[in-house]
């Protein structure tokens, strides 16, 4: 099964599975929100998919999905 993290250079990864990209976008959007309210930034922008433990490569379509799902959930 593939599950989806966000992740960024700074922040790391969110340490979530999500079973779908949109519950990740929506874990990005919460960790944006939180930082902006303790007065900094989420540097989280980046998706990572994994097939059991280890790391895969995103298909063209859950690229595609990763950046028009945020158009949704705005």
Known sequence: MRA?????GVRGDCNHKHRTIRAARK????????????????DRTQLRVFEGANEAELSDAEIEEWHCDHLDLV
Not at 4 to 8: E, K, Q
Not at 27 to 42: F, I, K, N, T, V
């Open 4 to 8: 989806y993290s966000c992740y960024g």
């Open 27 to 42: 874990c990005l959007l919460s960790d944006d929100r939180d930082c902006e309210r303790a007065g900094g930034y989420s």
